[in-house]
C-alpha cells in the first residue's frame, strides 16, 4: 500500500515539473526543501540505528565488511576498466598510426 502512496506522490511530482506548474517559485526553494530533507533523514536514520542495540554492538564488524567490500570493490572496477579499455581503445590505436604516417 505504501509503495502505490510513493509511486502516487512521484506522478504527481513528475506532471507539476513536466507542466510548469507554479513551478517558479518552487524551482527557487527546491535546493533549500532538498537539504533540509536530507539532514531530517539522516537525523532519523541515526535515531533508528541509535536505538537499535544489535548495530551498536556490531559497528566493528560492520565497519570491517564495509571496507573490505568498497576495497574490493574499486580493485576490481580498476582492473575491469583496464581490462576492457584494451579491447574498446585496440581499433583507435590502430587508426591513429596510420593518420600519423
Known sequence: MR???????LGIGILIGYNELGIDKLKR??????????????FVM??????????????AELGYQAIVISSFSILFSII????VRGF?????DKEEMKNEC
Open 80 to 83: 575491469l576498466v583496464k581490462f
Open 46 to 59: 541515526g535515531i533508528r540505528i541509535g536505538a537499535d542495540k544489535k548495530v551498536i554492538t556490531s559497528f
Open 29 to 42: 526553494q527546491l535546493l533549500k526543501i532538498q537539504n533540509i530533507s536530507l539532514l531530517f533523514l539522516l
Open 3 to 9: 509503495l502505490i502512496l510513493y509511486l502516487c506522490i
Open 88 to 92: 574498446v581503445t585496440k581499433g583507435n
